[in-house]
């Protein structure tokens, strides 16, 4: 369509011109799913996922029959990629809630346009994140002794561990945000049930619909569900991953022990989510042709967010060395010494540059206005806060307070296949998304029209 959507730099939503109507938005976002053929370019991309994450499933039974010893964990560092990965996986999935929840609280209708597959993002992330705890611990079948279950042996959770919290958060985090996903679904997946050809479709999108027929009564239980769980997930953007980053605070190890970690990580989440919104964004706006949905002002934003916690990040950094030294003591003195000059310094000045140098080309407008410029930055970002994580725990592990017990973390293939097979089974479940669900919400875009506001 040769109609473009209008954007400002104020707070203002984007307004679709009058040559957008209800029917030409909804054509435009349903045709994805309901008449589009499938591309050679979409069973590509979908066959390399799929391998990637059968590749994972091989890693993870090769595990489940040898053990851990098949990893790189040693001692001193017990733990290595498996809470790595864990800790930037639920990170990634921040960006969705916030969009979703807090932005819908705030009434920044530019949300409309992204969240839906924000909200995607969220759950796929959260389920890669939620094999990390499972298979590290050794015995994954045994899993269920977390929770707190009435069983005759009296054996309970140890309730102080850090790792129980995560149980908790992690699992309340996760059911909330499938909720938040669900429940806005349900205006277009009647949509899609009514507008399907398909006697298949039309059953499976019906069934999911729960019997959605646009009344007044639906649309005031619709909203006020919505607006509860928008009010049930704000808070968890914040008590993730700061429950998630006590795994590592309540610790007595150096580098590890600060009470900076949760706000540093809150923001650090926000950061690489935002990052993974906008590697998601501009590929899917250019392939699908929805340049007029996600603009100009929608990339503006996430990028601006995008600086902003990174600049939170970046001072985060600055404290932690601060008090490494201002402190006065000599074991957080040694780990900052060890991050400069250890063996692992090049890891640290990579983490640096990925995290705090390159983005600050993010001041400059024409950058923020370019895709390809974003892209590229959000994907130095995301390889920066996997930096991070492997900084924040390798090296305080592998320097630990005897000399003789120092030791060196090398990740071994078994360690790289299962992490690059999340991300393979992250990348499979968003091109499914893409194809079987609508990827921009129709009810909400359509919320935007010229003759919606003169309804109003």
């Not at 949300?111 to 705890?133: D, Y």
């Not at 909330?176 to 277009?188: A, K, Q, R, T």
């Not at 001072?315 to 003591?329: D, Q, R």
Request: charged share 15%; glycine share 8%.
């Amino acid at each position: 369509m040769d109609e473009r959507i209008e954007h400002a730099e104020g707070a203002r939503a984007p307004v679709i011109e009058p040559g957008y109507t209800f029917g030409t938005v909804t054509d435009k976002i349903s045709s994805i799913v309901l008449t589009r053929p499938m591309s050679n370019g979409w069973f590509l991309g979908f066959g390399v996922a799929f391998l990637l994450t059968m590749m994972m499933l091989y890693a993870m039974a090769y595990l489940f029959v040898k053990g851990v010893g098949i990893w790189g964990v040693t001692i001193p560092i017990g733990w290595g990629f498996a809470i790595i990965n864990f800790v930037w996986w639920i990170g990634i999935g921040h960006a969705g809630t916030l969009i979703s929840a807090i932005l819908l609280l705030l009434r920044q209708s530019w949300r409309n346009s992204i969240n839906r597959f924000a909200e995607a993002m969220t759950l796929f992330a959260v389920s890669a994140a939620g094999i990390f705890p499972l298979i590290h611990v050794g015995r994954p079948w045994l899993a269920y002794w977390l929770f707190p279950y009435p069983n005759s042996m009296g054996v309970w959770p140890q309730f102080r561990s850090p790792l129980i919290w995560d149980v908790f958060a992690v699992s309340t985090y996760a059911t909330i945000s499938l909720l938040f996903w669900f429940v806005g679904l349900i205006p277009d997946l009647a949509t899609l049930r009514d507008r399907s050809t398909n006697r298949g479709a039309k059953i499976i999108y019906g069934i999911l619909a729960m019997g959605w027929r646009g009344s007044a009564r639906h649309w005031d239980r619709y909203e006020t569900a919505y607006l509860l769980l928008a009010g049930l997930a704000t808070p968890l953007v914040l008590s993730v991953h700061t429950v998630v980053s006590f795994d590592f605070a309540v610790g007595i190890v150096p580098g590890w022990h600060t009470t900076i970690f949760p706000p540093y990580f809150v923001a650090g989440a926000i950061y690489s989510g935002f990052a993974m919104v906008l590697m998601l964004a501009i590929p899917i706006r250019k392939l699908y042709g929805l340049e007029d949905f996600i603009t100009e002002l929608h990339l503006q934003n996430a990028a601006k967010v995008m600086l902003a916690t990174g600049l939170i990040v970046g001072y985060g950094y600055v404290i932690e060395a601060f008090m490494g030294w201002y402190s006065g003591n000599r074991y957080d003195a040694f780990t900052l010494w060890n991050r400069l000059h250890g063996p692992y310094r090049w890891e640290y000045y990579a983490l640096l540059m990925c995290n705090i140098v390159i983005p600050q080309v993010l001041w400059i407008r024409k950058l923020r206005s370019r895709p390809i410029a974003l892209f590229f930055v959000s994907l130095v970002v995301l390889v920066g806060m996997w930096l991070e994580r492997f900084i924040i725990v390798v090296v305080s592990l592998h320097r630990d307070f005897l000399t003789s017990s120092w030791g060196m973390y090398y990740p071994t293939r078994w360690d790289w296949m299962t992490y690059i097979g999340t991300i393979g089974m992250f990348l499979a479940a968003m091109f499914l998304f893409v194809r079987l669900l609508p990827m921009i919400s129709i009810f909400e875009m359509r919320t935007l029209l010229p003759e919606a506001e003169v309804k109003e």
